[in-house]
C-alpha cells in the first residue's frame, strides 16, 4: 500500500508563502498521478494541483498563478508551493495518488492557516 505523508503546514500572514511537501513511500511513484486537495470546515475537498506522472499540471482556477506543484520522482516527493497567500487558502490540504484513473491513496493532511 502507498503511504503519503504530508508535511510544511503551519500559520503565516496573508501575502506570505508556504511549501508543502508530500513524501510517498511507492516503489512505483514514478508511474503515479499525483495531486494536492484542501478542505476547509463546513466545504467539500476541492482539487489544489495536480501533477501527472508526465509531469503535466493542472491548476484550480483560484490558486492559479500563485501555487506550483512539482514532484521529484528520485526523492518520490510532491511538492505545493503557495505564494500569495490569503485568508481564504486556509485549509487542511491533503496528498492523493492515483494510477491509471484508479484511486490509490490520500495522506492524513496538513493544516495551513493564513492570518489577515
Known amino acids: 500500500q502507498v503511504q503519503l505523508l504530508e508535511s510544511g503546514g503551519g500559520l503565516v500572514q496573508a501575502g506570505g508563502s508556504l511549501r508543502l511537501s508530500c513524501a510517498a513511500s511507492?516503489?512505483?511513484?514514478?508511474?503515479?498521478?499525483m495531486a494536492w486537495y484542501r478542505q476547509a470546515p463546513g466545504k467539500q475537498r476541492e482539487l489544489v494541483a495536480s501533477?501527472?506522472?508526465?509531469?503535466?499540471?493542472n491548476y484550480a482556477d483560484s490558486v492559479k498563478g500563485r501555487f506550483t506543484i512539482s514532484r521529484d520522482t528520485a526523492k518520490k516527493m510532491v511538492y505545493l508551493q503557495m505564494n500569495s497567500l490569503k485568508p481564504e487558502d486556509t485549509a487542511s490540504y491533503y496528498c492523493?495518488?492515483?494510477?491509471?484513473?484508479?484511486?490509490?491513496?490520500w495522506g492524513r493532511g496538513t493544516q495551513v492557516t493564513v492570518s489577515s
Open positions: 511507492a516503489s512505483f511513484f514514478a508511474t503515479l498521478d
Open positions: 492523493k495518488a492515483t494510477r491509471l484513473g484508479q484511486h490509490i491513496n
Open positions: 501533477i501527472t506522472y508526465l509531469s503535466s499540471t
